[in-house]
């Protein structure tokens, strides 16, 4: 494969993804509507789970979203007045806040395992398992190198 051939393939996965993310983010939306959440909501909730083992900050949630206070503030905000999230000021430094998610939480995403299971299978739908390991793989090296570049942008 010649040089420009890679590089038109690159142009191409690079504007898929955005693609992909915004078709995927309208289906998610469509499909959280009948709880009356965002995918965006499911994404601060699913990040503050699964990448912290301790109550994570604002900050430590920002800089883990790549995204701005505010948005991690507001979006947090709604979810603790839907129950799904409790800011508390840190026990050491009453400045910073603390995200812990409820146990209320944990029994909604509980009882929706089942259905998001589906709904994901239903996404990766017509891919091999070895096209989703490819893929996989990929997706990782291509996140990997974006947090370097993010990272560059920091110093």
């Known amino acids: 494969m010649s040089e420009n051939e890679i590089t038109g393939k690159m142009k191409s996965i690079f504007g898929h993804i955005f693609l992909l993310a915004q078709k995927w983010q309208y289906l998610g939306d469509r499909e959280l509507s009948v709880d009356n959440l965002t995918t965006k909501q499911w994404f601060l909730l699913a990040t503050i789970g699964t990448l912290f083992k301790t109550p994570p900050t604002l900050t430590e949630v920002t800089e883990a979203l790549g995204t701005s206070r505010q948005n991690v503030k507001q979006i947090a905000l709604n979810l603790e007045k839907r129950g799904f999230l409790k800011i508390e000021p840190d026990e050491n430094d009453r400045r910073m806040l603390r995200f812990k998610i409820t146990q209320e939480s944990n029994d909604f995403w509980e009882k929706r395992a ?8 239903d996404l990766f739908k017509g891919l091999t398992v ?16 974006a947090e370097e570049l993010f990272s560059q942008t920091k110093k």
């Open 114 to 121: 089942g259905r998001d299971e589906k709904y994901i299978a």
């Open 130 to 145: 070895e096209e989703i390991e490819i893929f996989y793989l990929g997706i990782i090296k291509l996140s990997q190198r």
